[in-house]
């Protein structure tokens, strides 16, 4: 079944720097990649996804890159402040319908952005 | 719009005991979830119901753990007995459907805050 490698598992930066979250996963055949935000207390927040036949996205100071022939993927936030202090998570899943929909998520990195 | 909504938010039992969660999805959504998240892991899914009927119970220990969604709204997942290793946030979460060429609105799920068991 797939894996969901996600790398580092901690992550501290300074408020204005960037941060960089990679992911590796190994079924060929997933085909979509979201990203979680989990804060303290609270479940996952959808932050932002890609699916295969994109190469990047971006969403204000968030983007998501995917390489598919190396099957990884990875998070990219610019100019962070401490409010996107939290544990992120990626997942990836076969695309939709039935279980293919279903999410196998990497075990998270908690990121602290230092004022 | 209200959120996916759990309880409790917290529990402790002792090992061999019996617990239950509920669940009650955003008003609407017809696919809900459970999973099952260890510490310093990321969330599990458990079972996925689509309405009253199972789509995947592939990940749950069927000789500890149930769950239902009678009427296609609320949901409740139980442990008997439990174990030690059973210690963790078990999220609920929902989606308008679970569908091949929808758009990521339709599919997107959201979570509850969980509830965090701690058997003794």
């Known amino acids: 079944g797939e894996n969901v490698e996600q790398h580092p598992s901690t992550l501290s930066v300074q408020e204005g720097d960037s941060a960089v979250i990679k992911c590796t996963y190994s079924?060929?055949?997933?085909?979509?990649f979201p990203w979680y935000k989990q804060e303290l207390g609270k479940g996952p927040q959808l932050i932002i996804d890609?699916?295969?036949?994109?190469g990047e996205k971006k969403d204000q100071r968030i983007a998501v890159t995917l390489n598919k022939t190396a099957k990884h993927f990875s998070l990219h936030i610019t100019e962070t402040q401490p409010e996107d202090s939290a544990v992120y998570f990626c997942?990836?899943?076969?695309?939709?319908?039935?279980?293919?929909?279903?999410?196998?998520f990497g075990k998270g990195t908690k990121l602290s952005v230092k004022p | 719009e209200a959120g996916v909504a759990q309880s409790p938010r917290y529990k402790i039992i002792e090992k061999r005991q019996s617990v239950a969660f509920w669940c009650n999805p955003i008003?609407?959504?017809?696919?809900l979830y459970w999973y099952q998240q260890i510490l310093g892991q990321g969330p599990k899914l458990l079972i996925q119901?689509?309405?009253?009927?199972?789509?995947?119970d592939s990940q749950l220990p069927k000789d500890r753990f149930s769950a239902e969604r009678l009427k296609g709204v609320d949901s409740t997942l139980k442990i008997q007995p439990a174990k030690l290793e059973d210690s963790a946030v078990y999220l609920c979460?929902?989606?308008?459907?679970?569908?091949?060429?929808?758009?990521?609105?339709?599919?997107?799920?959201?979570f509850g805050p969980g509830t965090r068991l701690t058997v003794l």
């Open positions: 979460a929902s989606s308008l459907g679970s569908r091949e060429g929808r758009t990521s609105s339709y599919n997107e799920q959201f």
């Open positions: 079924d060929s055949a997933s085909n979509y």
């Open positions: 890609i699916r295969s036949n994109v």
């Open positions: 997942a990836a899943s076969r695309g939709y319908g039935g279980s293919q929909g279903n999410l196998i």
């Open positions: 008003s609407g959504h017809a696919t």
């Open positions: 119901f689509q309405n009253n009927g199972v789509v995947d």
